[in-house]
């Protein structure tokens, strides 16, 4: 059974980081597609980042400069290292893993397997 458990969500200052981690259990295929996704109370759920098995990454127009992913496959665990946070970037944060690495967009619909999500919270 595939498990992903999120860490790291906080509550920040803007312009302050924090790095949250998603730890990966029971996935048992050679390549994969891991992604972050946040959602904001009445918002849709967006896609941040992805990073594929092979270490090939995506970042939404967003974040991109500030945010960035990373994996460490010893731990099968994924990092999203958020800088010069916003208070825009106040959401819950998903964590999601794929099968497919031809697949791997960030799009909700591309990945099977969710984390239950950690908050993060950004004050101006």
């Known amino acids: 059974q595939v498990q992903l458990f999120e860490t790291g969500g906080d509550s920040a200052q803007a312009g302050e980081s924090l790095r949250l981690s998603c730890k990966m259990s029971?996935?048992?295929?050679?390549?994969?597609?891991m992604g972050w996704f946040r959602q904001a109370p009445g918002k849709e759920r967006e896609g941040v980042a992805v990073?594929?098995?092979?270490?090939?990454?995506v970042i939404a127009d967003s974040v991109k400069g500030r945010f960035t992913i990373s994996q460490d496959n010893d731990e099968n665990t994924v990092y999203l290292q958020m800088n010069s946070l916003k208070p825009e970037d106040t959401a819950m944060y998903y964590c999601a893993a794929g099968r497919s690495t031809a697949i791997c967009r960030l799009k909700s619909r591309d990945f099977e397997y969710w984390g239950p999500g950690t908050q993060v919270t950004v004050a101006s």
């Open positions: 990073i594929r098995s092979g270490g090939s990454t």
């Open positions: 029971g996935f048992t295929y050679n390549t994969y597609c």
